[in-house]
Nanobody, 115 residues
Framework: VQLQASGGGSMQAGGSLRLSCKVT????????VAWYRQAPGEQRVLVAS???????NFADSVKGRFEISRDNVRRTLYLQMNSLKPEDTGVYYC??????????WGKGTLVTVSS
C-alpha cells in the first residue's frame, strides 16, 4: 500500500488548507482511515478519522475547524482545515484508523501555521 499526501504549505493563522491523500494498493472503501499530525519533537497524534460508512471523529483540538471526507472512487482521503492555528503545525499523514495495523507510513505533507 502506498500513501501519498499532498496539499500542505505555509499559512498565517486563520487561513485554510485542504489536504489530500491518495491511497493505492488497497481496497480503500472498506477501511476506516484517518489523518494524523506529528509536530516537531512530538509523537504522531490522531487528528480526525472517518469510517468506511462515513462516520467521523475529531480530536478536541480541531472540532469545529476541520472536516474529513473521503472519495472511494478516487481512493482519496481529504482534510479541510479552517481557522488554522499555530498549534496545527506539523507533518500530516494519512493511514488506517487507530486500533488497526497501519500501512507503511508515507512521507506526509508539512503544514506550517504562523501567528
Amino acid at each position: 500500500v502506498q500513501l501519498q499526501a499532498s496539499g500542505g504549505g505555509s499559512m498565517q493563522a486563520g487561513g485554510s488548507l485542504r489536504l489530500s491523500c491518495k491511497v493505492t494498493g488497497a481496497n480503500f472503501r472498506i477501511y476506516n482511515v484517518a489523518w494524523y499530525r506529528q509536530a516537531p519533537g512530538e509523537q504522531r497524534v490522531l487528528v480526525a478519522s472517518i469510517s468506511s460508512d462515513h462516520n467521523r471523529n475529531f480530536a478536541d483540538s480541531v472540532k469545529g475547524r476541520f472536516e474529513i471526507s473521503r472519495d472511494n472512487v478516487r481512493r482519496t482521503l481529504y482534510l479541510q482545515m479552517n481557522s488554522l492555528k499555530p498549534e496545527d503545525t506539523g507533518v500530516y499523514y494519512c493511514n488506517r484508523d487507530l486500533g488497526a495495523d497501519p500501512w507503511a507510513w508515507g512521507k506526509g505533507t508539512l503544514v506550517t501555521v504562523s501567528s
